[in-house]
C-alpha cells in the first residue's frame, strides 16, 4: 500500500521488493524468449509481488502481458472471461472489455472504437465471445493469447496466479484442454504461480499430469539476511530512527527472513515507536513488535492449522517440532504413519528438513505461535 513505510498485505512495488533482482532478470528473460516456467511456495512469499514486477518490465519492451488470478473466479464461465478480458485489456487499455461491450456502452462515444479495437480478433475466432457456450467460451480464450499476438506482431506473457485453482473452478479435465492449446502457440509464454505446492508438483511433475514437463520448474529463492539488513537500515533511516546491527539480527532471527513476517514485524515495531515517540530502536521494541505481529498473524495462522485439521496426527507433530521433540521417538504412533505427516508438513510448505531426522519451520514466527497456543492443546 503506498505510503506505508513497510508495505504490508499484497504485492508490492518495485522499491519495495528486497532481494529479487537476480531472478526478476531470470524470469524476464526466459519468458522473454518463450519459456513458460512455474514456480510454487507458501502464501505470503512474494510470487505476486514477483509476477508483477516482470510483467511491468516485459511491457516496458512492447511484449503483450496478462494476469489472471484464479482465487477470483468460481466457473467456467468466468474463468473464461478472465482469460478474455485480461488479454483484450492490452488492445481496449480496460479492465473489463466484455462487461463494456454488453452493457450498451457502445451507444457511448468511443465505444464504438472499443468495438473496432477488438472486431478483428472476433472475426478471426468465429463467433464473438458472447454468444458461445461455456465450452466454447474457453476454448476461444484459450486460443486467443496467440491470435492476438500474431496479429499483431508482438509476444505475449500470460501469469496465472493460484494456478492449482484450475481444479476448483473448471474440473480436471480443463487442465488437459488448457495444455492442448497453449502447447502449439509459439508467440506466448505462460508463468504459473500457485501457493498449494503439493497440488503445483502433481500438475507439472507428474508424468501422468497434464502439464507434465510443460513448464520449468524453478525454486523461489529466500531473501538474503544481507538484502533484509540494508533495506531495515534504509527505511529505519528514513525516518530519523536508529537501529543496530545487532537488533537487525534479531528481527532477522525472528522472523527467518520471511517476506511477509519480516515487513510486518518491522511495521509494527515502526509503530511502536511512534507511539511512544521514540527514535531509538532498542531490544524491548522488537520484543513489543514481536507480541504484536504474532497477534496479528493469528488468524492466518489459525487458517493453516485448520487446513491441516482432519488429521489429529499431523498437528500433533506440528505440536512436537514446535515444543523441539524428536518426533520419531517422542509419539507413539506408527513411524509410517509419522512421515505420512512429515510429508505433508513438508508438501505444504510449513516445514523442510534440516538434516537427519530433523525439521525446522520456514516460518518460525508460527513456531513462536504454537509455543504460545501450545497449553491450550
Ligand atoms: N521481495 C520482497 N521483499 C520484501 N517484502 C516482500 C517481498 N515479497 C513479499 N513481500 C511481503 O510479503 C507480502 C505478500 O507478498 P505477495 O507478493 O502477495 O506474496 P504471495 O503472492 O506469495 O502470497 C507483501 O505485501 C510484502 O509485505
Ligand atoms: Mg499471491
Redesign the pocket.
Known amino acids: 500500500m503506498p505510503g506505508k513505510l513497510f ?6 512495488s518495485e522499491h ?5 533482482e537476480d531472478f526478476l532478470i531470470s524470469l524476464e528473460t526466459r519468458l522473454s524468449e518463450g519459456q513458460s516456467i512455474m514456480l510454487a ?1 507458501p ?7 514477483i509476477a508483477l514486477e516482470v510483467l511491468r518490465r516485459i511491457r516496458t519492451k512492447g511484449c503483450y502481458t496478462a494476469l489472471i488470478d484464479l482465487f477470483r473466479y468460481n466457473s467456467k464461465k468466468e474463468l473464461a472471461l478472465g482469460i478474455i478480458n485480461a488479454c483484450y485489456e492490452n488492445r481496449s487499455g480496460i479492465k473489463k472489455t466484455t462487461t463494456a461491450l454488453k452493457d450498451g456502452l457502445k451507444k457511448i462515444t468511443g465505444s464504438a472504437k472499443l468495438t473496432a479495437k477488438i472486431q478483428d480478433l472476433e472475426i478471426a475466432l468465429g463467433l464473438p465471445a458472447e454468444n458461445r457456450n461455456d465450452d466454447e467460451l474457453l476454448t476461444y480464450a484459450l486460443k486467443l493469447p496467440e491470435v492476438l499476438a500474431q496479429t499483431d506482431n508482438r509476444q505475449i506473457v500470460l501469469v496465472f496466479d493460484e494456478f492449482q485453482e484450475v481444479i476448483r473452478i473448471a474440473g480436471e479435465e480443463t487442465l488437459k484442454v488448457m495444455r492442448s492449446y497453449f502447447q502449439t502457440q509459439e508467440n506466448a509464454a505462460y508463468l504459473f504461480l500457485g ?1 498449494k505446492e503439493g497440488m503445483m508438483n502433481t500438475i507439472f511433475g507428474d508424468k501422468r499430469q497434464a502439464f507434465y514437463r510443460f513448464a520449468t520448474i524453478l525454486p523461489i529463492p529466500a ?1 538474503s539476511e544481507a538484502a533484509w539488513g540494508t533495506y531495515i537500515s534504509k527505511k529505519f533511516a528514513e525516518k530519523k530512527i536508529t537501529i543496530s546491527h545487532q537488533t537487525v539480527t534479531e528481527i532477522l532471527s525472528r522472523t527467518g527472513g520471511h ?2 513476517d519480516t ?1 510486518l514485524l518491522c511495521s509494527e515495531i515502526y509503530y511502536a515507536l511512534l507511539e511512544a515517540g521514540e527514535d531509538k530502536l532498542t531490544f524491548a521494541f522488537v520484543q513489543l513488535g514481536h507480541a504484536r505481529a504474532l497477534a496479528t498473524l493469528s488468524p492466518v495462522f489459525d487458517e493453516i492449522l485448520d487446513e491441516l485439521g482432519k488429521t489429529a496426527l499431523t498437528r500433533n507433530v506440528l505440536m512436537g517440532l514446535a515444543a523441539g521433540k524428536r518426533i520419531y521417538s517422542g509419539l507413539s504412533n506408527n513411524p509410517n504413519e509419522i512421515k505420512r505427516a512429515v510429508d505433508t508438513l513438508i508438501s505444504k510448505g510449513i516445514i523442510e528438513k534440516s538434516g537427519r531426522g530433523t525439521y525446522h519451520f520456514i516460518e518460525p514466527m508460527l513456531k513462536d505461535y504454537l509455543l504460545e497456543t501450545l497449553e491450550v492443546y
Not at 508495505?7 to 508490492?12: E, R, S
Not at 519495495?16 to 529479487?20: E, G, L, Q, T
Request: charged share 25%; hydrophobic share 30%.
Open positions: 508495505p504490508l498485505g499484497g504485492p508490492v519495495d521488493i528486497v532481494d529479487r511456495g502464501r505470503r512469499i512474494g510470487k505476486t509481488s501457493s531473501v517476506p511477509q515487513m
